[in-house]
């Protein structure tokens, strides 16, 4: 079945590390996103990226980091930089002809 | 994008109809408006969209004012597995950025 692949589901890291986070789809879609999700929240945009080879920054983009290299996969780095980077992190994807997104199933993120 | 505005909170009965209204008044003559959903700790599922005429699909209805400026989502008969947050979005399909903004939507409750 086509769809988009987070993973891990949960992962722990210590203060100061990096950490990268997976995001994998097999639908043929273009264009691809990464949101963040704070408790209580909405959701916010970190990234996203039209094409491969190219990406631009959202509303929250200060201390992540992406690569879009293949078309399928759209990780997530987050930086030592980021002051509070314990959150739910939602990976998306969309094609310009269904123009509604397909959402991964997050990954949750706690930095210890 | 046009901004648009949920109750924070609703209750349905099990088995009568959710009625989830949205208020959209400034949104423009080629933005669509749509209804995203989104179980706890899981990614959000597109619903439906439209411009202008009512749509159905075999999850909701979508009702859109004449005048475009509000919309009800309708679950024709709510189950517990319908309770999540719902989110209604309106944006102008492009190709540029393409990314929709998710706000706090409305908690729906399905009481058995």
């Known amino acids: 079945d086509g769809g988009i692949t987070q993973s891990p589901k949960y992962l722990f890291r210590k203060e100061g590390q990096n950490v990268t986070l997976s995001c994998e789809q097999n639908l043929n879609h273009d264009a691809m996103y990464w949101y963040r999700q704070d408790p209580g929240q909405g959701l916010r945009l970190i990234y996203y990226?039209?094409?491969?080879?190219?990406?631009q920054k959202g509303d929250i983009a200060e201390g992540y980091s992406v690569s879009r290299e293949k078309k399928e996969s759209f990780p997530l780095t987050v930086t030592s930089a980021q002051k509070n980077p314990t959150a739910f992190y939602l990976c998306a994807s969309s094609n310009s002809g269904t123009n509604h997104y397909t959402f991964g199933s997050g990954t949750r993120l706690t930095v210890v | 994008d046009a901004k648009t505005t949920q109750p924070t909170s609703m209750d349905c009965a099990e088995g009568r109809a959710a009625n989830l209204p949205c208020n959209h008044s400034?949104?423009?003559?080629?933005?669509?408006v749509y209804w995203y959903r989104q179980i706890h700790s899981q990614g959000p599922q597109y619903i439906i969209h439209?411009?202008?005429n009512n749509e159905t699909n075999e999850m909701a209805s979508l009702i859109i004012t004449e005048d475009r400026k509000s919309s009800t989502l309708i679950l024709p008969h709510a189950t517990l597995r319908d309770t999540a947050v719902y989110y209604c979005i309106v944006r102008a399909p492009s190709n540029t950025g393409n990314q929709f903004y998710f706000g706090t939507g409305t908690s729906l409750t399905v009481i058995p």
């Open positions: 439209g411009l202008k």
């Open positions: 990226s039209q094409i491969v080879n190219d990406f």
């Open positions: 400034t949104i423009s003559g080629n933005e669509y």
